[in-house]
């Protein structure tokens, strides 16, 4: 739904507010009973679910929102190739998110393990951190995984040096960056998928083809994809330059950067800590948090702050707003923090609760009669075996996609789902020539020629 600005005009109705909100109408809400599915492994063929995707309903009162849902994204989860027995199951959550989110002023808030935010298809967000650290008692790694010992003190103690969960766990991440923490699916990272970075840091897409929430556009001001604890949003890789929405687009970047150290007994700011494994090829820079240092750019609004956030203007906010950035490196690799942290800049407010105990109503989504259309690859082209048919962007409505010959006669036609970006046609049945691909998105249709077998 596209925010109507109403200048010099106090709105005294609470239900028009609360429609404008983009906390209220950002969500990818499922209208098709479109169903989960994952891949397990040695199969490339994936598996449906009996779980249905995407966010089930939105609700709202005067101060919040409650976005109901099974924590299942539209694109195929799985394999973990690290021994992950868990696959993505039923969250049967309900996430209350703060309409009026406010900057903390007070002791700020870390991030912590577990559920710090939401994405609009209703998966979790998870900050930095596996659960790992290093105990220093006995120079060695622990934790909850198997094969650890537990750390002293149990979960929540503080540790010197704590596991960073990208490096560490990137064998387990499947092909849309994400695996499950018994049973609830989540990211720690840019929410789009490892086969589209520039730099492929992972051969699971090679296997396993599947996609994420968005696809990276370095031409357009990446889309909101979620919500943060303390309610503020959170929008991909790209955005305006300046922070009053000029400037160009461009890479939003992440003020942290690695530490210039060859041994771990010092912190960031200086503080003498309990000694940590010296870098090395097993334990490498960037394997702890604390092996990064945050530096302030001036006069750089194109970096984020401590948060990995900044005040600025985006698409849903006009007028403005504090905004996380999902951030990446120049190869489209995820860059620390990530999202959110480590400590979050408002009052973290929202939680998963059990039950609504006020008055709410229900929002019904317009997405698909507001937002613009997708821009669209489809590669190789021409094909003898595969055509792949990438949408850019995010994907907020089921996709439909037709292959036909120059009479119009359908030959192939598939799906791209709501929350999805990618499909596949096999083209390797059909008879040499030149074809059209329909590609039909947001209530417009785009027609490309295509050549089979040429």
């Known amino acids: 739904m596209k925010k109507i600005i109403l200048s010099g005009l106090l709105l005294t109705s609470t239900s028009l507010f609360s429609q404008l909100n983009p906390v209220i109408t950002s969500w990818l809400q499922n209208t098709t009973s479109t169903l989960g599915s994952h891949y397990v492994s040695g199969n490339p063929t994936v598996i449906q679910d009996n779980v249905e995707a995407n966010v089930q309903t939105v609700q709202y009162s005067s101060n919040w929102a409650y976005i109901s849902t099974n924590g299942i994204p539209a694109y195929p989860t799985g394999p973990f190739s690290d021994g992950n027995p868990s696959l993505a199951t039923d969250q049967n959550a309900i996430f209350k998110i703060s309409l009026n989110p406010a900057q903390n002023t007070g002791t700020l808030t870390a991030t912590n393990g577990g559920n710090i935010g939401v994405f609009i298809n209703g998966v979790a967000l998870f900050d930095y951190r596996d659960g790992v650290a290093w105990n220093t008692a006995t120079n060695s790694l622990c934790g909850g995984l198997p094969g650890m010992s537990p750390c002293p003190g149990g979960p929540g103690s503080s540790y010197s040096w704590n596991r960073d969960a990208i490096p560490a766990e990137k064998l387990g991440f499947d092909c849309s960056k994400g695996h499950p923490a018994m049973g609830n699916y989540h990211h720690h990272q840019n929410p789009s998928a490892f086969n589209l970075d520039l730099s492929v840091i992972s051969t699971i897409c090679d296997l396993y083809a599947a996609d994420g929430l968005y696809a990276i556009d370095s031409t357009v001001h990446s889309p909101l994809i979620g919500f943060a604890y303390d309610g503020f949003p959170i929008y991909g890789a790209y955005g305006y330059k300046n922070t009053d929405g000029t400037g160009g687009i461009t890479r939003i970047k992440s003020g942290f950067q690695l530490r210039n150290i060859t041994a771990r007994t010092l912190w960031a700011d200086g503080t003498d800590v309990a000694d940590g494994p010296v870098v090395s090829t097993t334990y490498p820079l960037g394997y702890f948090r604390e092996d990064y240092e945050f530096l302030t750019h001036a006069g750089q609004p194109d970096y984020l702050d401590a948060h990995n956030g900044r005040f600025c203007i985006t698409p849903e906010y006009p007028?403005?707003?504090?905004?996380?950035?999902?951030?990446?490196?120049?190869?489209?690799?995820?860059?620390?923090?990530?999202?959110?942290?480590?400590?979050?800049?408002?009052?973290?407010?929202?939680?998963?609760?059990?039950?609504?105990?006020?008055?709410?109503?229900?929002?019904?989504?317009?997405?698909?009669?507001?937002?613009?259309?997708?821009?669209?690859?489809?590669?190789?082209?021409?094909?003898?075996?595969?055509?792949?048919?990438?949408?850019?962007?995010?994907?907020?409505?089921?996709?439909?996609?037709?292959?036909?010959?120059?009479?119009?006669?359908?030959?192939?036609?598939?799906?791209?789902?709501?929350?999805?970006?990618?499909?596949?046609?096999?083209?390797s049945t059909v008879y040499k020539g030149n074809y059209l691909l329909r590609i039909t998105t947001n209530n417009q249709t785009k027609v490309i020629a295509v050549s089979i077998g040429n």
């Not at 995820?334 to 039950?355: D, E, L």
């Not at 929350?419 to 596949?424: K, L, P």
């Open 319 to 427: 007028n403005g707003i504090y905004c996380y950035f999902a951030t990446v490196d120049a190869n489209w690799n995820s860059a620390y923090p990530y999202v959110v942290g480590p400590y979050f800049y408002g009052n973290k407010t929202a939680a998963k609760v059990t039950s609504i105990t006020e008055t709410v109503t229900t929002y019904t989504s317009t997405a698909s009669l507001n937002e613009k259309s997708i821009e669209v690859s489809v590669y190789p082209n021409p094909s003898n075996d595969l055509l792949i048919i990438q949408l850019n962007g995010l994907n907020k409505t089921n996709s439909a996609i037709e292959l036909t010959d120059m009479n119009g006669r359908i030959i192939s036609k598939q799906t791209i789902l709501q929350g999805s970006t990618i499909g596949y046609l096999d083209v």
